[in-house]
């Protein structure tokens, strides 16, 4: 399987990674926006181009991994170019998947290709277990709960504030409130009551901590509906102890069987993940493979995780899976 | 969706149960072995018919769930049925897949039916989480722990004893070990260090403790490997306090990324069900659906869950699955 990239940002890199964990698959080429020279890869066999020659590579790669982001980029790159290649992007603002959905499926299906959208771990692996759950136990709660983990739009937000220099925020799952719904309590729970916030932040020199610390926790539709704790350390701290981009979470289904529905059962995945964009990339390249199984047989159109069978995912055939994992 | 029961004890009696949770579906007979007199069952509008009769109900069943035991049952009536209904089993024994799948495939595709296979949750949900796991995080370990719950194997061992009068055995999971894998330790786990096993036991009368008690902890397969501990109760204490059937597991895959394998990150999918048995008869409705769809589709053969696209178990559109799940 040769593959592609299109973009060399944290995911973009994820995937050069974990595309060395999967002996069936090779780096071909990273696409970048950038001045390609600029460009430091740690692949020694893959070339890096500028975008403007991607078309081309039409025939040169299986499946073009879009590592771009969701705001501007996939919105108008996952539609372009699932005409010529087969594409899978981590698409993840929820609202506007249906629309994203249908741009790519008119694409892939003009050119006979195959697009996975929004694949990574929400959406994505939660997305998945949420389903699954609701298919099997159709009389219950379902509870997701993020983290701990770095946001990075929050943390954004606090470094737009006047004096913050740096800051890395923490999205927390509130312990009474994990503990409910694993009990089976099928708690009712406000969004304060879910998570909590933790941030660290570096100020500027003769920055006022106590109206910046103001500044966050009162923040809307960030800061302000939740229980926001605001550390001011050093900036050897934050670089020593808070550079790196964990994060994870919890989805839960709490449901009923039996003729009075007398029994409780609860379904639990969750993920602990030291690096938040390799894991999303380790599921990018997965999918990936999925793609290209898929175009081989002659499917064409666009695909979210509900659509693609498990066993396209793994580079085993059914008769080891069947064998060893089932 | 119309549906037909084959066998009628925990399993069928479940899937009974879990149809009313299903307004797409609806219970036309229970086929059962006995004679069909001495049936109760607990649909109104099912029939109970000697399954001498199946044969009758070709073409008015969409589906055939058959609820008999993986040792003698379903190697014979999963292939049988498999030429004249869509089916779908719960057969558990791992070794011996392979071979019921070759055999329902070739009868499947021989009567163009679909027959889905090992479904529930191991065999099921626990093989489709390994399966994803392992295709996204290539290098790592998997762990599987089962209970807090009953064995009834286990149980059946015990009740043999000569002076026993009735059993119940838990399988309960070392709370150590399950910490160690949470840690990302990886440990390395013999049998012993797994599992713990705690029977309850109800004596005939003037039956020798110490001489039943020692021979369950050191019975062969089932007991010597494992820390045992035996509590003797009366019959009254079993019925009150071990009467039901609950049981559920942990599956985990610790895995690695990054250019150096320097992150870390565990996947974890667990289950904790008051009633086993009722909990995979609502696996097998979901995938009666399933088969009925793929069968709508023009599709034929054997599958497993790992063949089978998530969306296939649900019975919403892909439109509404989109918008409310991804």
Same mark, same amino acid.
């Given at each position: 399987m040769r593959l592609g990239i299109l973009g060399y940002g944290n995911l973009g890199r994820g995937v050069e990674a974990a595309v060395n964990q999967n002996p069936d698959m090779e780096l071909c080429t990273v696409f970048t926006r950038r001045n390609p020279e600029s460009l430091k890869i740690n692949s020694k066999t893959a070339k890096v181009l500028s975008v403007s020659e991607i078309e081309n590579w039409k025939d040169k790669l299986d499946v073009l991994i879009l590592c771009g982001g969701s705001a501007t980029d996939l919105p108008e790159q996952t539609p372009k170019y699932a005409k010529i290649f087969n594409v899978v992007d981590s698409f993840d603002t929820h609202a506007r998947i249906p629309e994203h959905f249908n741009n790519v499926d008119k694409s892939a299906k003009e050119g006979g290709k195959v697009g996975i959208i929004s694949v990574g771990w929400d959406p994505g692996l939660f997305s998945l277990n949420r389903m699954y759950a609701n298919a099997i136990l159709p009389e219950g709660n379902d509870y997701t709960f993020w983290g701990r983990g770095v946001s990075q739009g929050h943390s954004d937000a606090i470094r737009r504030i006047e004096g913050v220099k740096d800051a890395k925020q923490y999205t927390i799952p509130v312990e009474v409130a994990l503990e409910a719904v694993k009990n089976c309590e099928n708690p009712t729970l406000s969004t304060r009551e879910k998570h909590t916030r933790e941030c660290f932040v570096v100020l500027e020199d003769g920055a006022?901590?106590?109206? %910046?610390?103001?500044?966050?926790?009162?923040?809307? +539709? @960030?800061?302000?509906? @939740?229980? &926001? &704790? /605001?550390?001011? %350390?050093?900036?050897?701290? $934050?670089?020593?102890? !808070?550079?790196?981009?964990? !994060?994870?979470?919890? /989805?839960?289904?709490?449901?009923? &069987?039996? $003729?009075?529905?007398? +029994? +409780? !059962? %609860?379904?639990? @995945?969750?993920?602990?993940?030291?690096? +938040?964009?390799?894991? &999303?990339?380790?599921? $990018? %390249?997965a999918y990936a493979r999925a793609a290209y199984k898929m175009a081989n047989e002659g499917q064409t159109g666009c695909k979210t995780v509900f659509d693609v069978a498990p066993a396209y995912l793994s580079p085993k055939s059914g008769e080891e899976l069947r064998k060893t994992m089932l």
């Open positions: 006022d901590a106590k109206k %910046i610390e103001a500044e966050i926790v009162n923040m809307p +539709n @960030y800061f302000a509906d @939740y229980d &926001t &704790t /605001v550390h001011f %350390i050093s900036d050897e701290e $934050l670089k020593k102890n !808070h550079s790196g981009i964990p !994060h994870g979470g919890f /989805v839960f289904r709490c449901g009923k &069987t039996g $003729l009075n529905k007398e +029994n +409780n !059962h %609860i379904i639990e @995945y969750n993920l602990k993940l030291d690096s +938040n964009p390799e894991f &999303t990339s380790s599921v $990018l %390249i």
